[in-house]
């Protein structure tokens, strides 16, 4: 029902900055994209949060991404943005995106996207 493509990941320098974008498709007219996420999963580690949004766009955040992380959303796009500043080594994962899509009748279902790597090395 929902397609979601990441683009914006790549390689940069402790420090910098990088812009994640993700875009969502919808196969059917009826329905509604909800909140929509960014998570990110490191090498041998576990999938975590990084930020989310509602459809109204309240917002919140791990700890780790408090401060230097934001995330958006343009609604009129199906959308959401993750702008990160001052990235950290630590930061370097494949970051995937979210989104729970709700049914006419009330169901949510998840969606992932397929990830895009973020790597933060000198």
């Known amino acids: 029902q929902v397609q979601l493509v990441e683009s914006g990941g790549g390689l940069v320098q402790p420090g910098g900055s990088l812009r994640l974008s993700c875009a969502a498709s919808?196969?059917?007219?009826?329905?509604?994209?909800?909140?929509m996420g960014w998570y990110r999963q490191a090498p041998g580690q576990q999938r975590e949060l990084v930020a989310r949004?509602?459809?109204?766009?309240?917002?919140n955040y791990a700890d780790s991404a408090k401060g230097r992380f934001t995330i958006s959303r343009d609604n009129a796009k199906n959308t959401v943005y993750l702008q990160m500043d001052s990235l950290k080594p630590e930061d370097t994962a494949v970051y995937y995106c979210?989104?729970?899509?709700?049914?006419?009748?009330?169901?949510?279902?998840?969606?992932w996207g397929q990830g895009t790597q973020v790597t933060v090395s000198s």
């Open positions: 919808r196969s059917t007219d009826s329905g509604s994209i909800g909140a």
């Open positions: 949004i509602s459809s109204g766009g309240g917002t």
């Open positions: 979210n989104t729970v899509f709700l049914t006419a009748s009330g169901w949510g279902s998840v969606f």
